[in-house]
Antibody, heavy 126, light 108 residues
Framework: QVQLQESGPGLVKPSQTLSLTCTVS??????????WSWIRQPAGKGLEWIGR???????NYNPSLKSRVTISVDTSKNQFSLKLSSVTAADTAVYYC??????????????????WGQGTLVTVSS | DIQMTQSPSSLSASVGDRVTITCRAS??????LNWYQQKPGKAPKLLIY???SLQSGVPSRFSGSGSGTDFTLTISSLQPEDFATYYC??????????FGPGTKVDIK
C-alpha cells in the first residue's frame, strides 16, 4: 500500500520561499509509470493543482503558479519536493502531495489522483 | 481553460436517501472525469475515475455516469459515513488538472 507524507515548515514569512517534501513509502517512487503531484487547498475553499513531476525529472506546472514553482525529485530518498517562491498570504493553504494514477481504456489514458498524503497546513505570515 | 461547475453547492439529505450530484464542463471532456470525497480535516479520496469506473475498495452504492459535458455522481442509499464534500475533476486537459467547486452533503 503506497503511503505519502508531507513535511516542512508550517509558517513562512511573506516574500520568502515555501519548501515542502513528500516522502513515499510502501513502494519505490520509480516503479511504475507514475507522475507525482502537489495540490493545495485554502481553508474552506476548493482544490488547486500546483504541478507534477515524473521520476525522470520531467515537470508540468499550473500556468497560474509557474513563475514561482519548482518541483524536484530525489529517487534515492523516495521523495519529491515543492518550492514556491515569493509567497503571500494568498498562498496560505493545506498542501497535499498525491500520486497520479492512470487507466487505459478506449485507446486513451485517463489519469487521476489515487493516493494522497494527509496534508500539511502552511501559513504565510510575518 | 476548461471550467467545471457543480450543482447543487450543498444539499441536506437523510440516511437512506438517494443522492445525485451534477458536474458540468464548459466544453466536452469525453469521459475524462473523476470524483472525490473529502471529509473535514482529511485528504480527498478517489471514488470514481473515467466517469463511471469504481475505484477499488469503494462501496457499490457510489456510481458515476455521463460523458461529454454533463456528469453525475449518485449515492444510491446515503450512509452516515457519506456526509462529506464531493469534488469532480477533469483530466481532459492533463497535465492541467481542474477541480469543480465542490458539493457539501450534510445531514437533514
Amino acid at each position: 500500500q503506497v503511503q505519502l507524507q508531507e513535511s516542512g515548515p508550517g509558517l513562512v514569512k511573506p516574500s520568502q520561499t515555501l519548501s515542502l517534501t513528500c516522502t513515499v513509502s510502501g513502494g519505490s517512487i520509480s516503479s511504475g509509470s507514475y507522475y507525482w503531484s502537489w495540490i493545495r487547498q485554502p481553508a474552506g475553499k476548493g482544490l488547486e493543482w500546483i504541478g507534477r513531476i515524473y521520476t525522470s525529472g520531467s515537470t508540468n506546472y499550473n500556468p497560474s503558479l509557474k513563475s514561482r514553482v519548482t518541483i524536484s525529485v530525489d529517487t534515492s530518498k523516495n521523495q519529491f519536493s515543492l518550492k514556491l517562491s515569493s509567497v503571500t498570504a494568498a498562498d496560505t493553504a493545506v498542501y497535499y502531495c498525491a500520486r497520479v494514477g492512470y487507466y487505459y481504456g478506449s485507446g486513451s489514458y485517463v489519469d487521476y489522483f489515487d493516493y494522497w498524503g494527509q496534508g500539511t497546513l502552511v501559513t504565510v505570515s510575518s | 481553460d476548461i471550467q467545471m461547475t457543480q450543482s447543487p453547492s450543498s444539499l441536506s439529505a437523510s440516511v437512506g436517501d438517494r443522492v445525485t450530484i451534477t458536474c458540468r464542463a464548459s466544453q466536452s471532456i469525453s469521459s475524462y472525469l473523476n470524483w472525490y470525497q473529502q471529509k473535514p480535516g482529511k485528504a480527498p479520496k478517489l471514488l470514481i475515475y473515467a466517469a463511471s469506473s469504481l475505484q477499488s475498495g469503494v462501496p457499490s452504492r457510489f456510481s458515476g455516469s455521463g460523458s461529454g459535458t454533463d456528469f453525475t455522481l449518485t449515492i444510491s442509499s446515503l450512509q452516515p459515513e457519506d456526509f462529506a464534500t464531493y469534488y469532480c475533476q477533469q483530466s481532459y486537459s492533463t497535465p492541467l488538472a481542474a477541480f469543480g467547486p465542490g458539493t457539501k452533503v450534510d445531514i437533514k
